[in-house]
């Protein structure tokens, strides 16, 4: 069963900086994609950013140029790096990795609040 922990949410200003961190228990080179997707109020999930396992990747249009999605050396541990956040960037922060066979697995969530 794979395991993911996201980590790094919390209460930033507007024009700050957050680092997402998303743990997963085996290597992320073994998933088809990794993508963050976010909860915000009001309105459904929405990814916002994607990883393939080739490296290849892509951002939500409300996110480009200010999000950049990454992952680590030893490929255990996808990382969200938000910068010039909004206060609409409101909003609970999942980890999501969909293996080849198409079966998907979800952290349980980290909240991250932008608000003067």
């Known amino acids: 069963q794979v395991q993911l ?3 790094g949410g919390g209460l930033v200003q507007p024009g700050g900086s957050l680092r997402l961190s998303c743990r997963a228990s ?3 080179s073994s998933f088809a994609d990794m993508r963050w997707v ?3 109020p009001g309105r459904q999930r929405e990814w916002i950013a994607a990883l393939s396992g080739r490296g290849f990747t892509d951002y939500a249009d409300a996110v480009r140029g200010r999000f950049t ?5 030893d490929k255990t541990t996808v990382y969200l790096q938000m910068n010039s956040l909004k206060p609409e960037d ?3 922060y999942y ?3 969909v293996t080849p066979g198409k079966t998907a697995y979800w952290g349980q969530g980290t909240q991250v609040t932008v608000s003067s």
Do not use: F, P, Y
Request: net charge negative; proline share 0%; charged share 20%.
């Open 90 to 92: 409101t909003g609970v």
């Open 38 to 40: 976010r909860q915000t």
């Open 26 to 28: 085996e290597s992320t």
């Open 5 to 7: 922990a996201e980590s």
């Open 69 to 73: 999605i990454s992952t680590d050396n």
């Open 95 to 97: 980890c999501n990795a």
